[in-house]
């Protein structure tokens, strides 16, 4: 299982970003994937969540009606859509796809002025 994280960057409060996770080494489609995020000294948090299908998502209550999950299946990748961004989004942002403990290297994602 690998997984590459991307998209990341310095941002503004109230800008946007959209984080990428390519997958290979497992059937993608198959799978539910999750996006985490890891502020420093604070543990991992699930930021959302999406089925194999694509048809449910879940979300952090602190996220929710900001950010968007949503998946290509056809080329194993999963998306973040991160809008009206603020600066405790700080974090570095992993994917993660159901059942399997693996990680990848996470996308860093600062908000700031």
């Known amino acids: 299982v690998q997984l590459v994280e991307s998209g990341g960057g310095l941002v503004e409060p109230g800008g946007s970003l959209r984080l990428s996770c390519a997958a290979s080494?497992?059937?993608?489609?198959?799978?539910?994937m999750m996006w985490y995020r890891q502020a420093p000294g604070k543990e991992r948090e699930l930021v959302a969540a999406i089925s194999s299908t694509g048809l449910i998502t879940k979300y952090a209550d602190s996220v929710k009606g900001r950010f968007t999950i949503s998946r290509d299946n056809a080329k194993n990748t999963s998306y973040l859509q991160m809008n009206s961004l603020k600066p405790e989004d700080t974090a570095v942002y992993y994917c993660?796809?159901?059942?399997?403990?693996?990680w990848g290297q996470g996308t860093q994602v600062t908000v700031s002025s």
């Open positions: 993660k796809a159901q059942t399997f403990n693996s």
């Open positions: 080494g497992f059937t993608f489609s198959s799978y539910g």
